[in-house]
């Protein structure tokens, strides 16, 4: 009985003490004991260290607050520096000196000019309000054209409050233009829809948008944008002419695809005719012999299959000037979609760039895609001539190497080749691949010649190619 009155006694004790709040000089709260001071390394021991009290709660609340304060007026500045413009802060500078120098040295002519100033100051800070509580879409009905042909597009704006809204000024980036559409007041579920029309005056890719919504004063010092996350491209394509289809580069095989040339040996029946001496005895059709009393022999559609090399230089080098460069892609675009078309292997490949700060020079081409006519366009609308590009040499060396089965090589270039780079890129393809070389130099007369066994073709302008081609598959 005594042990436990002991017991009990101090565990009276104790409980006793920590409702006092102190036990062996550490502060506690209930029956937990507090971790002390030091050794912590938060914000508050770094701004008070180890005191307490009242003072170093109020000082704590005081830099607490002075953040709070700090950060919301940064998220001010950062949205009032968002909407002045240049020409803002330099009349905001203006008044900041002329209040002072004009009432100080008692020039009145300048307080006016401060309080023209502020006025023109707050009235532009008018044109800011309301929230931009539109709805916008950008619409283009094709986003693939012919470089030259028109192409128009459209902007639908919504209202879909309750309220009527501001007017304001619509901003359509175009490539490296800017479209500004002026927007009126709309009522609550108003819409406005605006067409535009796309200059396409030059092949390339244009990204049209984001879209912006701007709020400005006429004089220009304030601005607030709102961007609309919507963007799209538009590829303008090179132009091309329906090149008529020959039989120019096709090798005899028998996996290849039928054609309409009649040939006494093949897989592909046509029809039967009459024995001719130096016939082959293997094909004659006996039965039709025994039924019209002379002999009779099989015709047959020869099959033969086709690998064409468009090859295209983007080297500065090979060209005199633009034009020359744009008919060649022009060029290069309407072969490669004629054998595509005519369901031909194609492979069409242009000159890789070397790097800036390369030690060497970079012996690759890049495949363009063959898949349908417009891939290979939109391949075509991207690419740039550069003075780092490989050479029409260098083009027909690496071509030969990473392209194999070929069986007609196009090598489309300007005017600036030599005859002897002529005949050094022709010497770099095996045996049996018959090189094309298509000059491209605008308002020079057509022309057709051989350098050995190379054929020279000279297009003046992109009809000159039609005519060739028809030429060659007269011939």
Not at 84 to 90: K, Y
Request: proline share 6%; with cysteine; net charge positive.
């Amino acid at each position: 009985m005594t042990t436990t009155s002991r017991h009990r006694g101090g565990t009276t004790g104790s409980r006793s003490r920590a409702r006092e709040g102190i036990r062996d000089g550490t502060r506690v709260r209930g029956d937990l004991p507090a971790v002390p001071a030091e050794g912590l390394s938060n914000a508050r021991t770094r701004i008070v260290g180890t005191r307490t009290g009242v003072g170093a709660d109020l000082l704590v609340l005081l830099v607490r607050g002075g953040r709070a304060v700090g950060g919301a007026l940064a998220v001010a500045g950062r949205a009032v520096a968002g909407v002045i413009t240049p020409l803002g802060w330099s009349l905001l500078a203006l008044v900041a000196v002329a209040f002072p120098v004009g009432y100080l040295a008692g020039w009145s002519e300048l307080a006016a000019v401060a309080w023209a100033s502020t006025i023109l100051l707050l009235l532009a800070g008018l044109f800011l309000l309301g929230a931009h509580a539109h709805t916008v879409e950008l619409r283009m009905p094709h986003n693939r054209v012919v470089v030259g042909e028109p192409a128009v597009g459209g902007i639908t704006v919504q209202n879909p409050t309750k309220r009527r809204t501001f007017g304001a000024t619509i901003e359509v980036p175009v490539g490296a233009g800017l479209l500004e559409v002026p927007l009126p007041s709309l009522p609550a579920g108003g819409v406005f829809e605006e067409a535009f029309t796309v200059p396409t005056t030059r092949r390339g890719v244009l990204r049209i948008g984001p879209v912006r919504t701007v709020r400005a004063d006429p004089i220009g010092l304030v601005r607030r944008e709102h961007v609309w996350p919507t963007s799209l491209e538009l590829f303008v394509h090179p132009k091309t002419v329906p090149v008529p289809a020959t039989s120019t580069g096709l090798v005899r095989d028998l996996e290849g695809q039928v054609t309409r040339d009649i040939t006494s040996s093949d897989v592909s029946f046509h029809a039967l005719r009459d024995y001719r001496p130096g016939d082959d005895r293997r094909y004659i059709h006996w039965k039709s012999t025994a039924k019209h009393g002379v002999h009779m022999v099989r015709q047959f559609e020869e099959t033969r299959r086709s690998h064409l090399i468009v090859a295209l230089s983007l080297a500065d080098a090979d060209y005199e000037s633009e034009e020359q460069f744009e008919l060649a892609v022009s060029v290069a675009g309407s072969l490669g979609v004629r054998a595509i078309r005519d369901a031909r292997t194609v492979s069409v490949v242009v000159s890789e760039r070397t790097p800036e700060f390369a030690k060497r020079k970079l012996l690759a081409v890049r495949p363009l895609a063959t898949l349908s006519p417009a891939r290979l366009l939109d391949d075509l609308a991207r690419v740039e001539a550069a003075p780092a590009a490989l050479g029409l040499v260098d083009l027909a060396r690496v071509t030969s190497d990473q392209v194999t089965g070929a069986s007609v090589a196009f090598l489309v270039h300007g005017s600036t080749a030599t005859p002897a780079q002529l005949r050094t890129a022709a010497a770099v393809f095996p045996a049996g691949v018959e090189v094309v070389a298509v000059v491209c130099d605008p308002g020079y007369a057509p022309s057709l010649r051989r350098i050995g066994e190379l054929t020279v073709l000279t297009i003046g302008y992109l009809a000159d190619l039609q005519k060739a081609m028809a030429r060659s598959r007269a011939a």
